[in-house]
């Protein structure tokens, strides 16, 4: 089989899925419109210190996630997270509580009262909510465990997930498995009970339960190397501008992006121009860059009724990573866990605040500890647009306050992300109808990554996966199309 797929998009998604249709013998093409892949996956090492400019990890949720480690060759590489940062943290009355996580925790834990524990045996004989009712996160915890655990455990854990709020996003699009849980069983108690075998047979282990993943030199070790894997199939500063249906699958229309030192100049303008009505053929198409993105390209299709447009309504906050080193004497407290997240009635300005060097080796030099912190989100997104030293200074005096820091950072380092997790608000699934409809409407046009199929690293690698197998299915089904017709003909 020799058709080509075009991906747009060199993030984990893209890569992933260039890399898995590689290995089914299909020849890829991967158009990235910046001058690097992985998008929101970038580490720095400096001064002995391993900053992640976005995720620190990935859960370790599915056989998916391992097969495309091993088929990579980075089983030496890869870093499981140290036992102690199985403790999480929430911060109640100005200090970090650790999250109960066993019955006899939960019953003994100063994070939730009396009353609300109470509460909570109650949740099994709560009615389930009619399957074709869309609630948001907020009015669906209060209706099954009430208000202390929405504050204190749901709006941190949002925040956390989605640096988002309860009250706009949506239990059956930004938490599906919930909504099916609740649907099933009709209880979230009994389905993490009932449900267990059946996530044992499927190989699959809950989020909260899954190994956490790193890699000694970072998360981007994993972009790196499916880059190298790929090598010429991808393409650098290739900005997709059209896809045009042809009578033989796609044609995509690419600029070259503006580089070095012609970036400002003539040079750079004519260049570009010269390269804007460059068409590759293709059989198909995956989009695997963001939303906002892909809202930019012209969809030029036989039968498709809709453009991608209204994709440029998919909500996308900013947010801000602010990774601080300190002597391991400057913090009071042990760091004996993952992180701790913060509810918004705390009132403080972060977000939460990874314990980085406490999740693996190598993150700061002997004798230090790293933090990684975030501000903005929907909760407060002007927050996140501030001076690198604002950033650090809000970051600093929360610190101080939660976890007893003193002194000054002797190592900062700052990201801004302007548009940066996709929310699945109430209502989402208009944009998951538009891009289905166009999948039927266009064939050979797919659509895979974060802001489809859930928004963690694991959710990517495994959207990529799915849509891998949907490519080389539908491929393979026109091949045999083609060759039935060619056998008919006189």
């Given amino acids: 089989m020799n058709a080509s797929v075009a991906i747009v998009g060199g993030g984990i998604t893209g890569l992933t899925a260039a890399f898995r249709l590689a290995q089914k013998g299909l020849g890829v093409t991967v158009y990235e419109a910046t001058g690097r892949v992985g998008g929101v996956i970038r580490s720095l090492r400096q001064a002995g210190y391993l900053?992640?400019?976005?995720?620190?990890?990935?859960?370790?949720?599915?056989?998916?996630?391992?097969?495309?480690i091993r088929d990579l060759g980075l089983e030496p590489r890869r870093l499981y997270s140290s036992p102690i940062a199985e403790n999480r943290y929430i911060v109640r009355g100005a200090r970090p509580v650790c999250l109960p996580l066993s019955p006899l925790a939960f019953f003994a834990t100063e994070l939730f009262s009396?009353?609300?524990?109470?509460?909570?045996?109650?949740?099994?004989?709560?009615?389930?909510?009619?399957?074709?009712?869309?609630?948001?996160?907020?009015?669906?915890?209060?209706?099954?465990?009430?208000?202390?655990?929405?504050?204190?455990?749901?709006?941190?854990?949002?925040?956390?997930?989605?640096?988002?709020?309860?009250?706009?996003?949506?239990v059956k699009h930004g938490f599906p498995k919930l909504h099916a849980v609740e649907q099933r069983y009709g209880s979230l108690i009994l389905g993490?009970?009932?449900?267990?075998?059946?996530?044992?047979?499927?190989?699959?282990?809950?989020?909260m339960e899954a190994k956490k993943i790193s890699f000694d030199e970072g998360l981007q070790v994993l972009t790196d190397t499916l880059h190298a894997k790929l090598g010429a199939a991808v393409r650098l500063n290739a900005?997709?501008?059209?896809?045009?249906?042809?009578?033989?699958?796609?044609?995509?229309?690419?600029s070259l992006s503006p580089i070095g030192g012609e970036s400002q100049g003539e040079g750079a303008?004519?260049?570009?121009?010269?390269?804007?009505d460059a068409a590759h053929e293709h059989a198909a198409v995956l989009l695997a860059a963001p939303a906002y993105q892909l809202a930019q390209l012209e969809l030029r299709a036989h039968a498709a009724s809709r453009s991608l447009e209204p994709l440029a309504q998919v909500h996308y906050p900013p947010v801000a990573s602010v990774v601080l080193g300190f002597r391991r004497q400057d913090v009071a407290h042990p760091l004996d866990g993952f992180g701790m997240l913060i509810p918004r009635v705390e009132g403080f300005n972060i977000l939460g605040t990874?314990?980085?060097?406490?999740?693996?080796?190598?993150?700061?030099?002997?004798?230090?500890?790293?933090?990684?912190?975030?501000?903005?989100?929907?909760?407060?997104?002007?927050?996140?647009?501030?001076?690198?030293?604002?950033?650090?200074?809000?970051t600093m005096n929360d610190l101080r306050a939660i976890?007893?820091?003193?002194?000054?950072?002797?190592?900062?380092?700052?990201?801004?992300?302007?548009?940066?997790?996709?929310?699945?608000?109430?209502?989402?699934?208009?944009?998951?109808?538009?891009?289905?409809?166009?999948?039927?409407?266009?064939?050979?046009?797919?659509?895979?990554?974060?802001?489809?199929?859930?928004?963690?690293?694991?959710?990517?690698?495994?959207?990529?996966?799915?849509?891998?197998?949907?490519?080389a299915d539908y491929l393979r089904q026109e091949k045999t199309v083609a060759e039935r017709a060619c056998a008919a003909s006189p």
């Fill in 51 to 68: 900053a992640e400019f976005g995720p620190n990890s990935i859960l370790e949720t599915s056989p998916k996630i391992t097969g495309l």
């Fill in 114 to 170: 009396a009353r609300a524990k109470l509460r909570l045996l109650a949740e099994p004989f709560i009615r389930r909510a009619p399957a074709c009712a869309e609630e948001n996160v907020a009015d669906f915890v209060l209706r099954r465990i009430g208000r202390e655990f929405l504050d204190y455990a749901i709006n941190p854990l949002v925040a956390g997930v989605y640096a988002g709020e309860p009250s706009q996003l949506s």
């Fill in 192 to 207: 993490q009970i009932l449900g267990a075998p059946e996530r044992k047979r499927r190989g699959e282990v809950s989020k």
């Fill in 239 to 254: 900005q997709v501008n059209c896809l045009e249906q042809t009578a033989q699958g796609w044609a995509v229309t690419t």
């Fill in 269 to 276: 303008g004519r260049r570009q121009r010269e390269e804007t």
């Fill in 354 to 394: 990874l314990f980085s060097s406490s999740l693996f080796p190598g993150r700061a030099p002997a004798g230090h500890v790293t933090l990684t912190s975030y501000i903005g989100g929907v909760r407060a997104p002007q927050l996140a647009l501030r001076s690198a030293d604002e950033l650090v200074a809000m």
């Fill in 403 to 471: 976890l007893g820091v003193t002194g000054q950072p002797n190592f900062a380092h700052h990201v801004l992300y302007p548009k940066a997790i996709p929310q699945y608000v109430v209502g989402y699934g208009r944009f998951k109808d538009l891009m289905t409809q166009l999948e039927r409407e266009a064939p050979g046009l797919f659509f895979a990554g974060h802001y489809r199929d859930g928004i963690s690293l694991g959710d990517s690698i495994i959207s990529a996966h799915n849509v891998a197998d949907r490519i």
